[in-house]
């Protein structure tokens, strides 16, 4: 099928998953994982509505974001791990970064961010699945990043980020999901309004209606929009 038609699909799939909740379908923003798919790609997910993309990685996304710079309206969001040496360039090019996880991180993004009167919107991932190959702040420690990042300059808190553990049935990732809509609720009940606009960053191909149904705002969806990526 082509991009537009998975496009609709996805869009079909997260409508029924919002109504089955009980929420509405305009709380859910699409994010489409455009990382390693040409611009091509990129056009035809543009010309079929989409305009929200994110990307894993900094030199590869710098170039789609200087190819769309004069289409309007398009955003860009860094859903990747990102290291301190490269919060400058990220600050720039970004308005969402997904994967904001220590308190280092988050005073480069605010320096870089005060330096170029800017404000960008930040998420924090946490480490719930205590993966070796994963990142996120510890729950532990997460209200600590949370007080740290609302003194900070330049960065506008919006809520909590999630990468779970690859699982084949998504009903097994579903707990990962809640708890951390637990936490987010916990959070705004000890601070109300510390997480701005509360998204909850999480859910991606395979597992994102089971995602909204437990209260994903934000959905990370890649290969069920462009396809099978292609490796090396």
């Given at each position: 099928?082509?991009?537009?038609?998975?496009?609709?699909?996805?869009?079909?799939?997260?409508?029924?998953?919002?109504?089955?909740?009980?929420?509405?379908?305009d709380d859910i923003t699409i994010v489409a994982i455009s990382k390693t798919f040409p611009v091509d790609s990129v056009?035809?997910?543009?010309?079929?509505?989409?305009?929200?993309?994110?990307?894993?990685?900094?030199?590869?996304?710098?170039?789609?974001?200087?190819?769309?710079?004069?289409?309007?309206?398009?955003?860009?969001?860094?859903?990747?791990?990102?290291?301190?040496?490269?919060?400058?360039?990220?600050?720039?090019?970004?308005?969402?970064?997904?994967?904001?996880?220590?308190?280092?991180?988050?005073?480069?993004?605010?320096?870089?961010?005060?330096?170029?009167?800017?404000?960008?919107?930040?998420?924090?991932?946490?480490?719930?699945?205590?993966?070796?190959?994963?990142?996120?702040?510890?729950?532990?420690?997460?209200?600590?990043?949370?007080?740290a990042v609302l003194r900070m300059d330049g960065l506008r808190l919006n809520g909590l980020m999630i990468i779970p553990?690859?699982?084949?049935?998504?009903?097994?990732?579903?707990?990962?999901?809640?708890?951390?809509?637990?936490?987010?609720?916990?959070?705004?009940?000890?601070?109300?309004?510390?997480?701005?606009?509360?998204?909850?960053?999480?859910?991606?191909?395979?597992?994102?209606?089971?995602?909204?149904?437990?209260?994903?705002?934000?959905?990370?969806?890649?290969?069920?929009?462009?396809?099978?990526?292609?490796?090396?």
């Open positions: 099928m082509s991009i537009a038609e998975n496009l609709r699909n996805l869009r079909k799939k997260a409508v029924r998953a919002a109504e089955r909740s009980r929420r509405s379908p056009s035809e997910a543009v010309a079929a509505g989409q305009l929200v993309f994110g990307e894993n990685r900094i030199q590869e996304a710098e170039a789609k974001i200087r190819f769309f710079a004069e289409s309007h309206g398009i955003e860009w969001h860094l859903v990747g791990h990102l290291q301190s040496n490269k919060a400058r360039r990220a600050a720039e090019l970004f308005q969402v970064i997904h994967s904001l996880d220590s308190p280092q991180l988050a005073a480069k993004l605010s320096g870089a961010c005060r330096a170029m009167g800017k404000q960008i919107s930040v998420l924090l991932q946490v480490d719930l699945g205590r993966e070796a190959t994963k990142f996120g702040v510890d729950e532990a420690e997460v209200r600590d990043l949370v007080s553990p690859y699982l084949e049935d998504p009903e097994q990732v579903r707990p990962y999901f809640a708890r951390l809509r637990e936490l987010r609720d916990n959070l705004e009940k000890e601070q109300p309004g510390c997480l701005g606009q509360r998204h909850l960053s999480m859910g991606m191909s395979h597992d994102f209606e089971v995602a909204v149904e437990e209260g994903a705002t934000v959905i990370r969806v890649g290969t069920a929009i462009f396809g099978s990526r292609a490796y090396g």
